[in-house]
């Protein structure tokens, strides 16, 4: 059975139609790296995976756990309790970090499971401190994000975001707002989940990352998922004239950039 399944999602904001009927079923241990270009419609997508925005019209399920199901052409979301179920088992790590600034690092990490979870506290703290220091955070549980680089605030981020036991995780662009230094430190984490057979969607613009990392890259553009493949189908060999264009800008600008 699929972790995460979404089915002919559609939403537009006013008149403008940003999702037009993407469908994507993620298998458990399946790293899926959505790539395309800005405007195509990839963060939209995430937002309404993780519930941050409803579609509308199209059906949303976590296993066995349905959030959404299409009724009279609408989509009719489950009830509080149910969605409830459902935020568990996904865990969502932003472009922005959005780590709380007045909590610790280890109180960041801490804070829903304990909180939201109601889990031991004893239990969490140790299980907060291994994943810091397998994050190579080892020593920082004590300090407050503004004294953190940008790559060690997102590591946090992920740090949390695993605290969750979550079945999958979703990135949205997480090395948008680092430099390239800080980008390889986020990276190699998200590397090492993988090789871990974390499930996980992770919507990006580090092409050379997604060709590595992932199981199944998909190409979105326009609200509709023009491509997917495996990474040396979709990198090497694209079968759609949208995904070539992309990809030759791409090497252009990162060329001109170099």
Do not use: W
């Not at 399944?5 to 993407?22: Q, T, Y």
């Not at 995430?46 to 989509?75: F, I, P, Q, W």
């Not at 981020?157 to 979550?166: D, F, G, H, T, Y």
């Not at 990135?171 to 090789?195: C, K, N, Q, W, Y």
Request: charged content about 25%.
């Amino acid at each position: 059975m699929a972790v995460f399944e979404m089915r002919n999602a559609r939403k537009a904001f006013g008149l403008l139609e940003v999702l037009k009927g993407v469908s994507l079923k993620v298998e458990k241990g399946e790293v899926v790296s959505i790539i395309g270009p800005s405007g195509g419609g990839k963060s939209t997508m995430l937002r309404c995976a993780t519930l941050l925005e409803t579609m509308d019209s199209g059906t949303l399920a976590y296993g066995e756990n349905v959030a959404a199901r299409e009724e009279n052409g609408k989509s009719v979301y489950a009830g509080k309790a149910a969605l409830a179920q459902v935020r568990r088992q996904f865990g969502l790590v932003f472009q922005q970090f959005d780590l709380f600034p007045h909590y610790t690092v280890l109180k960041n990490v801490c804070d829903a499971p304990i909180s939201v979870q109601k889990r031991d506290k004893a239990e969490v703290e140790a299980e907060a401190m291994a994943l810091l220091d397998k994050m190579g955070l080892k020593g920082k549980e004590n300090a407050y994000p503004y004294q953190l680089s940008g790559g060690q605030q997102q590591r946090v981020a992920i740090a949390r975001a695993l605290a969750m036991k979550p079945e999958i995780l979703f990135f949205d662009e997480p090395t948008s707002a680092l430099d390239p230094l800080l980008t390889g430190e986020v990276l190699r984490v998200i590397r090492s989940l993988a090789d871990e057979h974390m499930t996980m969607v992770i919507v990006t613009h580090e092409m050379p990352f997604a060709r590595a990392v992932s199981d199944r890259v998909v190409f979105l553009d326009g609200g509709v998922i023009v491509e997917q493949g495996s990474p040396e189908q979709v990198f090497e060999n694209p079968q759609q004239e949208r995904t070539r264009e992309f990809l030759k800008s791409y090497r252009e600008t990162s060329g001109a950039q170099a």
